[in-house]
């Protein structure tokens, strides 16, 4: 964070942080130390934050810390992996996930903070035992909740203000070279608590196999991930938080064997793919000061703070050259500002008013170096020494947002939230914005049955840190000549979405819910893979249509719980309207005038799980992951077929040593693709990815945890 935003973060917190103060009678003593119970405190200013987020007409699913521990990795699995156990969330490569037909589109928050998302995305950056719980909200959100709206994912963190004083260590050990080392620190003292953890891991299988073989070439990863929580209560009704975090990973990219060359690159003589020396670096850091508290009966929350990512991908230059007819050195990097406030207050016995802001000020930097060969008028290689093509670009993008909505208890078991939100975007040097209402209703139909609908309007800006300006110009003439022409600026987008669902209590240990959902769709945004670096970039469709339905079911009783989610989803995109340059032309001229498959679409999706506990503190669980297949092309048509349908399944079996003293030794054993299935996630083919990607082959994993 840079010294200056952090000095006029800090003063604006303690000035509002005064406010309480100012209030008091002048010679009014300030509150003692040892009379205040930390604790108490904590709690209470909880349960004030969790009320300035409505949920009203959407949906959710909540995943706590227990439900994490008991999945086959635990604590150390990817978050992405942790969210493919909602209902209608896809996986996809590189640590990617979909929810209802978005190809990403995520927001994450951390204690009601909002995080602007990083270049290589927070599913990478995050660490699960952070994690205190999970709410997953989607369909029609409050008018509190922008940006990035085809889900929230809402992170509430440990606490050391509740977990009391103490720590954990621990190793995860096992197949493909997997060494991944933790720990964690908490505790309080008077008015300070804090919560650090950090986390390195190295394995051979840092992404996606390109083949169906049991262990990839040249995949080598090193990651390293830390979060910092630090407290301060300054009296009963305020606290300050600084929270921090970074993630540095590097990735070797696999190869793909026995291509055959494409180019002649001075006076090679055949190069073998299995050779390719490509790398990828990806770092994010982030700080956010957080003053959070009552004043009389309205509740707040204010921050200020700061994100940084940067990328840099290392091609091999003459092997790409000789299989692509261009190697690029890429750089990107983004900074975002941001500031964030929201309140509550009630009004009378039946409305309460929640109202804020939020701004994002982001820098966006993006270099690559290219080195090409040149071409003749019919595009065929006319020289084999590479020509040298830099090109640079620099933007400055802006968000501004206010809300302001009632929550209504219209009667004892009616409630109705309505609202606007008004979002003003800057960037490429014009600007957008729209007033958008937002519509929720829950109905209590009776002790076990609980309906909800809603009615949302949507706006979605462009993903800054996905943009880099290019001159396609630039490649006139060389092996990197793009197909054809369009725009360069990625446009935000404008949407209508529609929801309905119902959740329904069977006995006291059974929980079913059932949603359905509609989205129409004004500038759809989409992303693809257009280089060789794992980096995607955003384009979009005039026109979108996304609907599905979603089931759930979650059983606990004693020691057995399971649940099991399924969901149909069918996600349209009709003409592309900008970076056609991207897309083969008679791609292109196939959706101007019919509509296709989104390449993230997939129509079934199902994921489940059982954990029972016997003999004291002995475990054993599994879970599942299916999907139908995402998509490919078929017949002529751009994403007209589907890849083949797969099945996930992993076992775990766990045991605490020493659990009645206090100090319990966790050990577990895990099986990751336990039948050893070889499924395909992508195959090169369709409009958005254009390499091939294989799922995880079977993996034995020990770990090991001691509490302390």
């Known amino acids: 964070m840079k010294p200056s935003l952090l000095a006029s973060s800090i003063a604006f917190a303690l000035a509002l942080a005064s406010l309480p103060v100012l209030a008091a009678a002048p010679d009014a003593p300030p509150p003692a130390v040892t009379d205040l119970d930390a604790v108490t405190v904590s709690a209470r200013l909880d349960q004030a934050r969790n009320a300035l987020s409505p949920d009203i007409g959407s949906s959710q699913y909540q995943i706590t810390a227990e439900d994490i521990q008991k999945q086959p990795l635990g604590a150390s699995a990817p978050l992405s992996q942790v969210l493919l156990q909602a209902p209608g969330v896809v996986q996809d490569s590189y640590g990617g996930v979909h929810v209802r037909g978005d190809h990403a589109n995520l927001q994450y928050r951390l204690n009601g903070v909002l995080l602007p998302e990083s270049i290589s995305g927070f599913g990478q950056t995050l660490d699960a035992r952070t994690i205190k719980s999970i709410r997953l909200m989607d369909g029609a959100l409050p008018a509190q909740f922008g940006e990035r709206t085809a889900a929230v994912v809402d992170i509430t963190t440990r606490s050391g203000a509740e977990l009391g004083n103490g720590g954990s260590a621990g190793l995860i050990t096992g197949a493909y070279g997997t060494l991944n080392p933790n720990a964690s620190w908490w505790g309080s003292q008077g008015r300070w608590s804090w919560f650090f953890t950090g986390n390195y891991n190295q394995n051979q299988v840092g992404l996606e196999n390109p083949t169906a073989a049991r262990r990839p070439d040249h995949d080598d990863t090193h990651q390293g991930k830390a979060f910092a929580d630090l407290t301060y209560l300054l009296n009963d009704s305020t606290r300050l938080s600084l929270f921090a975090g970074f993630a540095n990973n590097r990735f070797q990219i696999p190869t793909n064997p026995g291509q055959p060359p494409q180019f002649g690159y001075l006076d090679t003589a055949g190069y073998d793919s299995a050779r390719l020396d490509e790398t990828q670096r990806e770092n994010t850091r982030f700080g956010m000061l957080v003053l959070q508290g009552t004043l009389g009966a309205t509740a707040y929350q204010v921050s200020a703070g700061q994100r940084y990512s940067d990328l840099g991908f290392n091609p091999d230059v003459a092997g790409d050259l000789v299989f692509n007819g261009v ?17 509550s207050t009630p009004l009378g016995d039946n409305h309460t008013l929640r109202y804020g802001l939020y701004s994002n000020n982001e820098q966006a930097r993006a270099a690559s170096t290219a080195w090409v060969f040149p071409v003749d008028a019919d595009g065929n290689q006319a020289g084999t020494t590479p020509i040298v093509i830099p090109d640079a670009s620099a933007f400055h993008a802006s968000t501004t947002a206010l809300y302001v909505q009632d929550q209504w208890r219209l009667a004892e078991d009616w409630t109705l939230n309505y609202g606007l939100r008004g979002d003003r975007f800057k960037a490429f040097g014009g600007s957008e914005g729209q007033l958008s209402p937002r519509l ?5 139909a009776g002790d076990s049955t609980t309906v909800h609908a809603g009615y949302s309007r949507y706006f979605t800006p462009p993903a800054s840190e996905l943009v880099a300006g290019s001159d396609i110009a630039l490649y006139d003439g060389t092996s990197n000549q793009q197909p054809g022409t369009g725009s360069t600026t990625p446009l935000s987008e404008r949407s209508d979405y529609f929801d309905v669902g119902v959740s329904q209590q069977v006995g006291e240990h059974l ?42 079911a979650d059983y606990s009783h004693g020691p057995l719980s399971a649940y099991i989610n399924a969901a149909y989803n069918k996600a349209m995109g009709k003409q592309v309207l900008t970076g056609q340059y991207n897309l083969d032309p008679q791609a292109l001229a196939y959706v101007q005038d019919n509509w296709i498959h989104l390449d993230h679409d997939q129509k079934l999706t199902s994921s489940g799980g059982v954990n029972y506990t016997f003999a004291g503190h002995n475990r054993i669980g599994a879970n599942y992951v299916f999907g139908s297949g995402l998509r490919s092309d078929a017949d002529g048509v751009p994403n007209g077929g589907e890849l083949p349908a797969y099945l996930q399944v992993n076992l775990s079996a766990g045991h605490d040593f020493n659990a009645g003293g206090g100090h319990p030794l966790h050990a577990q054993l895990a099986v990751i693709n336990a039948l050893d299935r070889s499924y395909q996630l992508r195959d090169g083919g369709g409009i958005g990815v254009f390499a091939p990607q294989w799922g995880p082959r079977r993996g034995a994993y020990l770990s090991l945890q001691q509490d302390f």
């Open 511 to 552: 929980t079913l819910g059932l949603d359905a959902y509609d989205r129409k769709v004004d500038r759809l945004q989409d992303e693809g893979q257009f280089g060789a670096a794992y980096i995607y970039s955003t384009f979009n469709y005039r026109q979108g249509h996304i609907h599905g339905v979603e089931f759930s």
């Open 327 to 343: 190697a690029s050195q890429v750089q990107r990097s983004n900074r975002a500002n941001t500031v964030q406030a929201d309140f």
């Open 440 to 444: 929720g209703v829950v109905w209590n």
